[in-house]
């Protein structure tokens, strides 16, 4: 099993990114995909200290944290086993590693998803 995140790069306040996460080694249908993120000094490489971004489920049903509704949206290419994640308006409390991870289920700690991908910095700064 692999995901693999990519898209991030320095952006200006208000700009935008498409995080993308390419899944191989498992049928992405039957998965939940999240991004999760950490922020710089939380603790990198502790798994409790990344929150959750957004998920969306097998039926393509999504949850987003507070901060990111209507700015991020999420969605996923079953047919090209990715998952996407549009960040638009872009703050610079968005900067952090981000990274997918996948479940059965939209979980909403990070200690709960059982597999995950290497992470792809987005940093938001003028």
């Known amino acids: 099993v692999q995901l693999q995140a990519s898209g991030g790069g320095l952006v200006q306040p208000g700009g935008s990114l498409r995080l993308s996460c390419v899944t191989s080694?498992?049928?992405?249908?039957?998965?939940?995909i999240s991004w999760f993120r950490q922020a710089p000094g939380k603790g990198q490489g502790v798994l409790s200290e990344r929150e959750t971004v957004a998920c969306i489920r097998q039926i393509g049903t999504t949850n987003y944290r507070e901060s990111v509704k209507g700015r991020f949206t999420i969605s996923r290419d079953n047919a090209e086993s990715t998952v996407y994640l549009q960040m638009n308006n872009l703050k610079p409390e968005d900067t952090a590693i981000y990274y997918c991870?996948?479940?059965?289920?939209?979980?909403?700690?990070?200690?709960?998803?059982?597999?995950w991908g290497k992470g792809t910095q987005v940093t938001v700064s003028s």
């Open positions: 080694g498992f049928t992405l249908d039957y998965y939940s």
């Open positions: 991870a996948a479940d059965l289920v939209c979980a909403p700690e990070a200690g709960a998803m059982t597999y």
